[in-house]
């Protein structure tokens, strides 16, 4: 084989070897997000038509701003594996910031939305109601999760009740099998004692997923969605 002939297959190969590259990078930053926003956009309709047809399965507490600290309980069963059951929205990330969130941290859930870990208490209910979500790919939702501070507000909603709670400290990094994060009174979060906490999970750094990035809060209020916007959604 000839020099020249070597040095054309090689050029050859790292072309197409380029461009194998540049065609993940788009599918990476572009098609997984055009994917995603299809797929959540769709999920926050389907719960929007569930809503408007009556109330959800699965009762709300009742509205408090200083909400008692009951023992924890898991999800309801009206929580089914992969389908949505309320919005998250965090001011903190921008004012369009809005996803649904939905049962289970599969792979193909997460796709679509944030996921609640199954085996962690309901929404506005005693003990940690737990949600993952991408950092990167699928949409971005937690591109931004670092600027996480003290008193910012995460709210949700299940149809009927607004539920606000606010971040207790800066985001904590630790690795991937700190399942401690997660549990009723999660250790390094502060809290002394059965409450109803919040707990967002993601990966660091942006780009990789050998730690994880953990923020906790606790509920802060609550009220009908017949009253309203919660003020944090009005600022």
Same mark, same amino acid.
């Given at each position: 084989?000839?020099?020249?002939?070597?040095?054309?297959?090689?050029?050859?190969?790292?072309?197409?070897?380029? /461009? #194998?590259?540049?065609?993940?990078?788009?599918?990476?930053?572009?098609?997984?997000?055009?994917?995603?926003?299809?797929?959540?956009?769709? &999920?926050? +309709?389907? %719960?929007?038509? $569930?809503?408007?047809?009556?109330?959800?399965?699965?009762?709300?507490?009742?509205?408090?701003? /200083?909400?008692?600290?009951? +023992?924890? =309980?898991?999800?309801? $069963?009206?929580?089914?594996?992969?389908?949505?059951?309320? !919005?998250?929205?965090?001011?903190?990330?921008?004012?369009?910031?809005?996803?649904? !969130? #939905?049962?289970?941290?599969?792979?193909?859930?997460? &796709?679509?939305? #944030?996921?609640?870990?199954?085996?962690?208490?309901?929404?506005?209910?005693?003990?940690? *109601?737990?949600?993952?979500?991408?950092?990167? /790919?699928?949409?971005?939702?937690?591109?931004? *999760?670092?600027? %996480?501070?003290?008193?910012?507000?995460?709210?949700? @909603?299940?149809? /009927?009740?607004?539920?606000?709670?606010?971040?207790?400290?800066?985001?904590?990094?630790? !690795?991937?099998? +700190?399942?401690? !994060?997660? +549990?009723?009174?999660?250790?390094?979060?502060?809290?002394?004692?059965?409450?109803?906490? %919040?707990? #967002? @999970?993601?990966?660091?750094? $942006?780009?990789?997923?050998?730690?994880? %990035?953990? =923020?906790?809060?606790?509920?802060?209020?609550? &009220?009908?969605?017949?009253?309203?916007?919660?003020?944090?959604?009005?600022?």
């Amino acid at each position: 084989m000839s020099v020249r002939l070597i040095v054309r297959t090689f050029s050859e190969l790292c072309i197409t070897v380029g /461009t #194998l590259i540049v065609l993940f990078v788009v599918y990476v930053l572009f098609w997984t997000g055009i994917k995603a926003g299809s797929a959540t956009d769709g &999920q926050i +309709d389907k %719960l929007q038509e $569930e809503w408007s047809q009556g109330p959800v399965a699965a009762p709300a507490p009742e509205p408090t701003a /200083t909400p008692a600290a009951p +023992d924890p =309980a898991p999800a309801p $069963e009206a929580y089914r594996d992969g389908k949505p059951f309320a !919005v998250m929205y965090i001011p903190r990330f921008g004012g369009g910031w809005d996803w649904p !969130v #939905l049962e289970g941290t599969k792979v193909r859930t997460l &796709q679509k939305g #944030l996921g609640h870990y199954s085996s962690t208490a309901a929404l506005g209910g005693g003990g940690n *109601f737990s949600v993952a979500g991408h950092r990167r /790919t699928y949409g971005d939702p937690f591109k931004d *999760f670092p600027k %996480l501070r003290p008193g910012d507000a995460v709210v949700l @909603t299940d149809g /009927t009740t607004w539920f606000t709670y606010r971040i207790d400290k800066k985001p904590y990094r630790t !690795v991937p099998g +700190d399942v401690g !994060v997660i +549990d009723p009174v999660p250790r390094k979060s502060g809290f002394d004692g059965p409450g109803r906490y %919040l707990t #967002l @999970t993601t990966c660091d750094p $942006e780009w990789g997923s050998s730690h994880r %990035l953990i =923020a906790w809060a606790h509920l802060d209020a609550t &009220q009908p969605v017949t009253d309203g916007k919660p003020e944090a959604l009005r600022s």
